[in-house]
């Protein structure tokens, strides 16, 4: 019966471990989907889906110009921690003026979809 109790309390304890993880949220981000669509040697298109929660790290932007066909909130993180949140509403169409790298992160409650034209 001993035995029992010594392979029964440490299973206990991983059990407990994971269900205080799992309830803490993931450890890290998803990353959004991405389907390319069209390509040549100059320019890519690209199908993005960012489902809630979902980061890109910081690169450079110059110049993408995206339309965005289901909107939704994401946010700018730059190099030096500064933040710009901005809500894209379905419909719309942007170029991408910031010239700064910056990641990307969905934190609404919607997916955000969006067709991105980039510049290789």
């Given at each position: ?26 450890a890290f981000a998803a990353a959004p989907t991405l389907k ?85």
């Amino acid at each position: 019966m001993t035995k029992t109790h010594t392979i029964i309390l440490p299973g206990a304890a991983i059990a407990g471990l994971i269900l205080a993880l799992a309830a803490s949220g993931p450890a890290f981000a998803a990353a959004p989907t991405l389907k390319t669509l069209a390509e040549d040697a100059t320019t890519q298109v690209v199908d993005v889906v960012e489902h809630p929660g979902d980061s890109s790290p910081a690169a450079k932007r110059t110049g993408n110009i995206i339309y965005v066909i289901t909107g939704g909130t994401l946010e700018r993180t730059f190099d030096d921690g500064t933040k710009q949140t901005a809500t894209r509403k379905a419909g719309e169409a942007a170029i991408i003026t910031e010239k700064r790298a910056y990641g990307v992160k969905n934190v609404g409650t919607t997916t955000v979809h969006l067709i991105e034209i980039e510049k290789k």
